[in-house]
């Protein structure tokens, strides 16, 4: 199994950026679909982001329809870390992320089977 650890959150303002990190460790992040989830106060988990890299080849990509053109997923399998770079933050954009490892490209977040425990990100108007 796999053991994820985020880190990168804080406080930023509005229009700001952060780069939230997963780092991986007991398998490869290649062997899994790598995902960022978010959740805000009293709502539910949320999908943000997804990958999975086939060697060389992107397999899947998909992005919530709320941080398109602003979030980027991106890998470093040399590193076997999972990256959230997000731009142009919103306060609507405030949650706990948490990166996650499954074996089925999906937007659910059921289908995860490994989880980080989170990194807190703040976005002040």
């Known amino acids: 199994q796999v053991q994820l650890v985020e880190s990168g959150g804080g406080l930023v303002q509005a229009g700001g950026s952060l780069r939230l990190s997963c780092a991986a460790s007991?398998?490869?992040?290649?062997?899994?679909?790598m995902g960022w989830f978010r959740q805000a106060p009293g709502a539910a988990r949320e999908f943000v982001a997804a990958?999975?890299?086939?060697?060389?080849?992107?397999?899947?990509?998909n992005y919530a329809d709320s941080v398109k053109g602003r979030f980027t997923i991106s890998s470093d399998n040399a590193k076997n870390t999972v990256y959230l770079q997000m731009n142009s933050l919103k306060p609507e954009d405030t949650a706990v992320y948490y990166c996650?490892?499954?074996?089925?490209?999906?937007?659910?977040?059921?289908?995860?089977?490994?989880w980080g425990q989170g990194t807190q990100v703040t976005v002040s108007s």
């Open positions: 007991g398998r490869t992040i290649g062997t899994y679909v």
């Open positions: 990958n999975k890299w086939n060697g060389r080849s992107l397999a899947y990509l």
């Open positions: 996650a490892a499954g074996r089925t490209p999906s937007h659910y977040s059921e289908t995860y089977d490994y």
